[in-house]
């Protein structure tokens, strides 16, 4: 994989320069949001995007939501913030990998938080076998040597960064999400956009890495990051020469906004609004605009529930069949 596409389109974005300050503060503020939503996402936390926004531009904390998922998400922007406080440097040490992680555990594990693994380690429904925690000093020390090897392709970089990183698996917990901001602080010190992984991406995004983790090849893997650093690019792309963002995106698949799907299914604007806030519906993702944009399978899930509540099912039943 040579990734001559994403090196084109990067020439392309790197022709804007230099940036729009007021374009650019936005599309970090919604990076924040992204990359934050989708990473602790992939790792189980319930939060929604819609969520994880009013709680990191507003404060604001969701009932009925775990306290540990609340940490996770402003945890997890604050290791961004420190993160960028590096862009501007050349690789990072073993010393800033602990800050991150000490960020990312702060006060939900603090005994373990920037403090590498002492006792063996599993990962839940995996065939992986983790390194014996006697050699994660010295394999951690290895990796950062590694990590500054400048003779291939920036995202390969970035890329293998992450999966050696997880493959050591140097803490108790929280390795993924470390992992995904250290490939970004690589991607993003090559002036590459950070590579948003989405939920609905995880299983393709699991399943390559542990095909290479198990000897395999490393193809599966670098596709789905190669799929995730070329959206953020068309994204930046788009914000920054004054392209709309939001009236199509494509991704197996045109993206609507609100109103197109509220065409298609024959629903008002305001009932999907509160579908979508009910947790009926799922917001694909969210331009640096603001639009929310849905992917077209959910017309099939608007006719569904409306199905669901001509056999008299509530709205709050409904979402637990649509689940299941």
């Keep these: 994989m040579d990734f001559k596409k994403l090196t084109q389109f990067k020439d392309q974005l790197d022709a804007l320069r230099p940036f729009n300050q ?65 862009v501007n ?11 991150i ?21 599993r990962i839940s429904g995996s065939a992986v076998v983790l390194p014996n925690h006697l050699k994660v000093q010295g394999l951690m020390d290895k990796f950062i040597q590694d990590t500054h090897a400048s003779s291939i392709h920036p995202v390969m970089r970035a890329a293998l960064i992450h999966y050696e990183f997880v493959s050591i698996h140097p803490f108790i917990d929280g390795n993924g999400r470390t992992a995904r901001l250290l490939m970004n602080l690589a991607l993003m010190q090559e002036g590459y956009p950070p590579a948003i992984i989405q939920p609905k991406d ?5 399943k390559g890495l542990e095909k290479a983790q198990l000897g395999g090849t490393l193809e599966d893997y ?18 920054l020469s004054g392209e709309s963002t939001h009236n199509k995106i494509e991704d197996n698949g045109t993206l609507l906004k609100i109103g197109a799907l509220a065409e298609r299914t024959k629903e008002t604007v305001p009932t999907l609004r509160y579908w979508t806030k009910m947790g009926l519906l799922n917001v694909d993702t969210t331009t640096p605009s ?18 669901l509540q001509k056999k008299r099912y509530t709205l709050e039943e409904i979402v637990s069949l649509l689940d299941s």
């Design 202 to 206: 995880r299983l393709s995004y699991i």
């Design 89 to 99: 440097k050349k690789g990072f040490s073993l010393e800033d990998v602990l800050s």
């Design 22 to 86: 007021a374009i650019l503060k936005n599309l970090e503020e919604w990076i924040d949001v992204e990359l934050t939503y989708s990473s602790n996402a992939i790792e189980g936390n319930t939060l929604t995007r819609q969520e994880t926004a009013v709680l990191l531009e507003k404060g604001l904390t969701v009932s009925g939501k775990p306290l540990k998922d609340h940490l996770e998400a402003v945890n997890h922007r604050n290791a961004l913030i420190f993160m960028r406080t590096m």
């Design 290 to 307: 603001g639009y929310q944009l849905y992917h077209p399978c959910q017309i099939e899930r608007c006719w569904k529930i409306r199905s």
């Design 101 to 121: 992680h000490k960020l990312i555990l702060k006060g939900i594990d603090d005994t373990n938080a920037g403090t590498m693994r002492s006792v063996p380690v």
């Design 222 to 239: 670098l596709g789905a990051i190669e799929k995730a650093v070329f959206k953020s690019l068309m994204i930046y792309f788009k914000a």
